[in-house]
């Protein structure tokens, strides 16, 4: 089989009639969502509603039992090929940051570039501190991990995700394991990056930054999509009950 | 320490409570052992010009107590590295003595030694090296087989590891030395060695490995995937090198191991290091002098293995320390 053709006409996610269980637990009910190129949608809802679980089935990260996603117009199937093509066009940022810790910063980014699109070491080394620079911590590049804070920490996983120039970047809850003064350094580098147009789908709970950003907002609630609105509505006049009940539990 | 608390609890050895009933229980153990009637006893008592005396487990008792308490009091005051090699030492020195007690000819195994080091202990090394290259293959293939979902892969992996696990070494050497032969294969001893060897200890090592890849965290699998890795890229260039951290130490121990449980190889007449110890000895009845001479070369290529061990953990604790 070959690799999958994107189809540039499509919406950059379109899903249709998602489920999704953990054992007898429904966690991703009936959810139908699209996400145009260049849109900026944040996923909101308490925990244990599926927001993170739904981030993570658009790459394949989790498996799904109904419905169909699709990625740039390719549907995601188990094909090593579709998974493989889906996974070049988006990039991941996680909550626990998940840098190798064995690599330098520079490394991280690196590394997939090499392995991945089998670039020349020092063709991969430019482009990494090309985005390290983006981010602002070029001068950590020969640094471990363990040796950085968890806001530059972040920032490298944002640069070594879009080192691979995906079409779209998901965010799950990327600042939710941060010091609170660290937060702004994160957010800061992601609304640039909206600034210049990428893709996003963010589940996070900084309302401020979904303000400032979002071009949608989505509510989640037991696994279903419960309120969908642009911000000034969501966050002035949510109808679902539960919303109202969310907002009012983290903006005081 | 790595895990030293920042409060200076006196050394239990500094505490008068510890330190002088600790002395005076050396003092009356040493006294009814009758200290004085033993090989250290007669040297010490030689020195002191004491050679005959009717107290020689009193004195003797007394003298080995007052050096003990001596050397304790030195060496409480040492730094903690200087402690560590002074103890390390002197129980080195202790054992030696205990070997010098036994009145070996160090004229036999000054002649037997090189025969002992040229085809003995070339032959151990060689054995070795070669079986601990193999396992450590086989436990990689054995450890990625279990972590599969490959059915077949998994079972091949539990029976591997359950059989050559399950059975004694010895036995293994023997089913393929003398067993093999029964369909046809005829194995020298040599190899023969080396395949026993290396299943068994691949075996144990197998389950070294699965639980060094299972102790890295799912975020660092995520991470590779999100990122388009492929699984055999994910396995070499992410899991791997960090499990490797946990994988070393008990790895080391099994080297060590396999060193010494090479002299098994010896009952199929491999001329190695033990074999010979053994038949070297014979000859003139001087069996101790060969054993205690394959010992102590025993332990020096475990040192040897130990400071290896010691270097590699370093390499790769090497982005985890500032």
Request: net charge neutral; charged share 20%.
């Amino acid at each position: 089989m070959t690799m999958p053709k994107p189809d540039p006409s499509a919406p950059a996610i379109q899903i249709r009639g998602l489920g999704k269980w953990f054992g007898a637990f429904k966690v991703l009910d009936g959810i139908d969502l699209t996400v145009e190129r260049g849109e900026k949608l944040v996923i909101c809802g308490p925990s244990g509603s599926g927001k993170s679980t739904l981030i993570r089935t658009v790459n394949g990260l989790e498996s799904i039992q109904e419905g169909e996603i699709r990625v740039d117009g390719i549907r995601l199937t188990r094909q090593p090929e579709t998974v493989e093509a889906i996974r070049r066009r988006v990039g991941m940022v996680f909550q626990q940051f998940n840098l190798f810790p064995h690599l330098t910063v520079l490394e991280n980014c690196a590394l997939a570039l090499r392995l991945v699109q089998g670039m020349a070491p020092k063709e991969a080394e430019e482009r990494s501190m090309h985005y390290l620079r983006k981010v602002h911590i070029p001068d950590q590049a020969r640094k471990y991990a363990a040796q950085l804070s968890g806001g530059q920490q972040q920032r490298v996983a944002i640069a070594r995700a879009l080192a691979m120039q995906p079409d779209i970047m998901l965010f799950d809850e990327p600042t939710s394991s941060l010091d609170p003064e660290m937060v702004k350094e994160v957010l800061d580098t992601m609304v640039e990056l909206a600034g210049e147009g990428m893709t996003m789908a963010v589940v996070t709970h900084e309302m401020g930054f979904a303000r400032q950003v979002a071009d949608r907002v989505i509510f989640m609630d037991h696994g279903k999509i419960v309120e969908e609105a642009s911000p000034e509505t969501f966050f002035s006049a949510p109808r679902a009950e539960r919303a109202r009940a969310f907002l009012q539990q983290i903006l005081h | 320490m790595q895990y030293a608390d920042n409060i200076d609890y006196p050394p239990l050895l500094t505490r008068p409570a510890v330190f002088l009933p600790g002395l005076a229980v050396l003092f009356v153990l040493l006294y009814l052992w009758h200290v004085g009637a033993t090989a250290i006893g007669g040297g010490i008592l030689e020195v002191l010009g004491l050679a005959g005396t009717g107290q020689a487990d009193l004195v003797v008792a007394a003298v080995i107590t007052a050096v003990a308490a001596l050397n304790l009091m030195v060496v409480l005051r040492l730094e903690l590295r200087w402690q560590v090699w002074v103890v390390w030492a002197e129980l080195a020195a202790l054992i030696l003595l205990f070997f010098y007690s036994f009145d070996l000819s160090f004229d036999f195994i000054r002649r037997k030694l090189p025969f002992l080091i040229t085809q003995g202990l070339l032959t151990t090394i060689y054995i070795s090296a070669i079986s601990i290259a193999i396992a450590s293959v086989l436990a990689m293939i054995g450890a990625v087989a279990k972590l599969s979902s490959n059915g077949i892969a998994i079972g091949i992996a539990n029976f591997y590891t359950s059989l050559f696990r399950g059975l004694p070494l010895l036995m293994q050497i023997y089913l393929i030395y003398l067993g093999l032969p029964q369909l046809g294969y005829v194995v020298d001893a040599v190899p023969a060695g080396i395949a026993a060897l290396s299943l068994c200890y691949g075996a144990y090592m197998t389950e070294i490995f699965r639980a060094g890849i299972e102790s890295i965290p799912k975020g660092q699998w995520e991470a590779s995937r999100a990122l388009g890795l492929k699984p055999q890229s994910t396995m070499g260039r992410i899991i791997l090198p960090q499990a490797m951290r946990i994988i070393i130490p008990p790895t080391g121990n099994q080297f060590i191991a396999m060193l010494k449980d090479s002299s098994l190889v010896s009952v199929v007449g491999v001329w190695e290091l033990m074999y010979l110890a053994r038949t070297q000895g014979q000859t003139e009845f001087r069996h101790v002098e060969m054993m205690i001479t394959a010992s102590m070369i025993y332990w020096i290529l475990s040192i040897v293995l130990e400071l290896v061990q010691a270097r590699i953990e370093r390499h790769y604790n090497r982005a985890s320390t500032r």
